[in-house]
């Protein structure tokens, strides 16, 4: 009730005020709806200058994320294929590291099995050593036996069998067996005889 007792009391002084300044009320009302449709109309385009500045805001975001996205699919095929070459690189690798290392194993296999038969070998000259060594040794008690025995007399044709058995005996002593020292000995040994 006090809502139509203040509208009939603003339409009684609006009354007062239009007949105060010589306006009829209905020219006061259509002048009082030009200014509300001036202010709705400054408020509409205020409103839509708001919203076109939006909208290119929006447009703008979306030309940069556009573009950001695209910016970055092309990276990520630059990477995917820096990617793939570089898993080739490693397989290449890979398959040289594992040839080195079959070649390796076989190096160290052969190198086990040089090592056995220099050591075999090593062995076996050991013991022809002590052979010859001990063959210069019981030349050089032949040789004395000989000495005194007058063996230097012997004919001719036992004394060309002899030179043969020393000439097989230098031969033995010229091979790569005998070391330098034993050589020197048994040749020392043949110039005495």
């Known amino acids: 009730m006090r809502k139509g007792c203040v509208a009939v009391l603003v339409t009684l002084a609006l009354l007062q005020v ?3 300044n010589g306006v009829s009320p209905v020219q006061k009302v259509v002048q009082m709806i030009d200014d509300m449709a001036g202010k709705v109309q400054k408020d509409l385009d205020k409103t839509s ?3 076109e500045n939006f909208a290119k805001y929006c447009d703008d975001e979306s030309h940069a994320k556009d573009f950001a996205i695209k910016d970055s699919n092309e990276k990520l095929e630059q990477l995917n294929a820096v990617i793939e070459e570089s898993n080739a690189k490693i397989s290449d690798a890979e398959s040289r590291v594992q040839d080195a290392s079959s070649k390796i194993s076989e190096q160290e296999a052969e190198l086990h099995e040089s090592k056995q038969l220099r050591a075999k070998e090593h062995e076996q000259f050991l013991s022809t ?5 001990d063959m210069a ?3 050089a008690g032949a040789k004395k036996a000989f000495a005194t025995a007058g063996f ?3 004919s001719p044709e036992s004394r060309v069998n002899f030179d043969k058995i020393v000439g ?3 031969a033995v002593v010229e ?3 005998v070391t330098h020292a034993q050589r020197e000995k ?6 005495g005889s």
Do not use: G, P, T, W
Not at 186 to 191: D, I, P, W
């Open 18 to 20: 239009c007949r105060a």
């Open 186 to 191: 048994v040749q020392a040994f043949f110039a």
């Open 49 to 51: 200058l708001s919203f």
């Open 129 to 133: 050593e002590k052979e010859f060594l």
């Open 168 to 170: 097989s005996i230098k």
């Open 175 to 177: 091979s790569s067996y």
């Open 152 to 154: 230097m007399q012997l």
């Open 137 to 139: 040794d019981s030349l």
